[in-house]
């Protein structure tokens, strides 16, 4: 069976974001790859709820932005014997039909704990 296929979009300040991290974690950009195949299996098979995966959604009052989730389990090469719980942290915004992936943002839990509200109110 063909593995379906996902448009992956990112933010600018995502970008920015992550030129920031590559500098201490070069593995970044191989593990988003990996990253996006755990995704899309966590958001298309309806047997898995996201949670279980590590994706938990993100809901404040007021916010539009439907299908926003928090990775808590990001596995990062560069942080080795960390496995899962590396603590970077990835915002992103998946369709229900999982056919667009929108990065919102990437950082560190020891850098900043909580995610940047405000992205997620100026989403198109």
Same mark, same amino acid.
Do not use: W
């Given at each position: 069976?063909?593995?379906?296929?996902?448009? &992956? &979009? %990112?933010?600018? %300040?995502? &970008?920015? $974001?992550?030129?920031?991290?590559?500098?201490? *974690? #070069?593995?970044?950009?191989?593990?988003?790859?990996?990253?996006?195949?755990?995704?899309?299996?966590?958001?298309?098979? #309806? $047997?898995?709820? #996201?949670?279980?995966?590590?994706? *938990?959604?993100?809901?404040?009052?007021?916010?539009?932005?439907?299908?926003?989730?928090?990775?808590?389990?990001?596995?990062?090469?560069?942080? %080795?014997?960390?496995?899962?719980?590396?603590?970077?942290?990835? &915002? *992103?915004?998946? $369709?229900?039909?999982?056919?667009?992936?929108? *990065?919102?943002?990437?950082?560190?839990?020891?850098?900043?704990?909580?995610? /940047?509200? /405000?992205?997620?109110?100026?989403? $198109?």
């Amino acid at each position: 069976m063909p593995e379906p296929s996902i448009q &992956v &979009v %990112r933010d600018p %300040r995502f &970008v920015k $974001d992550l030129k920031r991290l590559l500098k201490k *974690y #070069p593995s970044l950009p191989e593990d988003l790859v990996t990253f996006e195949k755990v995704l899309l299996l966590a958001h298309a098979n #309806p $047997d898995l709820q #996201p949670e279980s995966m590590g994706f *938990y959604p993100l809901s404040l009052p007021g916010l539009e932005a439907e299908n926003c989730f928090i990775a808590k389990r990001f596995a990062c090469r560069s942080l %080795r014997g960390s496995g899962s719980q590396s603590g970077i942290r990835v &915002v *992103y915004r998946i $369709d229900r039909e999982c056919v667009r992936l929108l *990065y919102i943002e990437i950082f560190h839990k020891n850098e900043k704990p909580v995610p /940047d509200y /405000d992205r997620l109110h100026k989403l $198109d």
